[in-house]
């Protein structure tokens, strides 16, 4: 399944079953929550790590759709756009970024 693809059966699901799709404010606090649920999980190394991950991306793709935000594109621009980024490090050893792609 693509990303536009799970984005729309995410949005698909959210009417269906009555869930919020105007208050992006609320929403973000939802995502918030899921972070959170994913860091426990990852934390104590419970198996729901994973299925948790998967929240915090529905979450996001709600958000998206709920602005008119295709994903999958902007997702395929932010990656090229990461690659030609370039780095160096500083006298400490942190990475600096020099160009912005």
């Given at each position: 399944?693509?990303?536009?693809?799970?984005?729309?059966?995410?949005?698909?699901?959210?009417?269906?079953?009555?869930?919020?799709?105007s208050d992006v404010a609320l929403e973000f606090g939802l995502l918030t929550a899921e972070v959170g649920e994913a860091f426990t999980a990852w934390r104590k190394h419970l198996p729901d790590f994973g299925e948790e991950l998967a929240d915090v991306v529905l979450y996001v793709m709600a958000i998206a759709e709920m602005n008119g935000i295709d994903l999958d594109t902007e997702i395929d621009r932010k990656i090229a756009k990461n690659a030609r980024r370039t780095y160096e490090r500083d006298e400490h050893g942190v990475l600096h970024r020099v160009s912005n792609g």
């Amino acid at each position: 399944m693509d990303i536009r693809d799970a984005q729309k059966q995410t949005w698909d699901n959210k009417v269906a079953k009555e869930f919020n799709t105007s208050d992006v404010a609320l929403e973000f606090g939802l995502l918030t929550a899921e972070v959170g649920e994913a860091f426990t999980a990852w934390r104590k190394h419970l198996p729901d790590f994973g299925e948790e991950l998967a929240d915090v991306v529905l979450y996001v793709m709600a958000i998206a759709e709920m602005n008119g935000i295709d994903l999958d594109t902007e997702i395929d621009r932010k990656i090229a756009k990461n690659a030609r980024r370039t780095y160096e490090r500083d006298e400490h050893g942190v990475l600096h970024r020099v160009s912005n792609g």
